[in-house]
Nanobody, 122 residues
C-alpha cells in the first residue's frame, strides 16, 4: 500500500485543519489506517486509528475530543479532522496502514507515508 498525505500547514491556536491520506495499491479498503505524529528527537506518537470499514475508531489521549478520523473507501482516502489545535500539536503527521486494527504501536504498521507538517502558532 502506498500512502500520500496532504493538508498540513500553519494555523493559529484554536484553529482547525483537515489532513488527507490518499492510498493506492491492492485491497486498500481492507486495511486499517492510522495517523501518527512525530517531533524532532521523539518517537512517533499514536494519534488515531480506524478499521477497514470505519466501524471502529481509537484515539490517543492527547487528542480525544478534538480530532476525528474518518475514511471514504470509494476514494481510498483517510481523513483527520483536527479542531481546537494547540501549539503542542505541532509535528509531522504520518499516515500508516496495516491489515489488523487495534494497535497503537508504530512498529506494528507496515506501510507509511512521507508525512505532512502541521505547525500551530500561539
Amino acid at each position: 500500500v502506498q500512502l500520500v498525505e496532504s493538508g498540513g500547514g500553519l494555523v493559529q491556536a484554536g484553529g482547525s485543519l483537515r489532513l488527507s491520506c490518499a492510498a493506492s495499491g491492492r485491497a486498500v479498503s481492507s486495511y486499517a489506517m492510522a495517523w501518527f505524529r512525530q517531533t524532532p528527537g521523539k518517537e512517533r506518537e499514536f494519534v488515531a486509528a480506524i478499521n477497514f470499514n470505519g466501524g471502529n475508531k481509537s484515539y490517543g489521549d492527547s487528542v480525544k475530543g478534538r480530532f476525528t478520523i474518518s475514511r471514504d473507501n470509494a476514494k481510498n482516502t483517510v481523513y483527520l479532522q483536527m479542531n481546537s489545535l494547540k501549539p503542542e500539536d505541532t509535528a509531522v503527521y504520518h499516515c500508516a496502514a496495516d491489515l489488523v486494527f487495534g494497535s497503537s504501536t508504530a512498529t506494528d504498521f507496515g506501510s507509511w507515508g512521507q508525512g505532512t507538517q502541521v505547525t500551530v502558532s500561539s
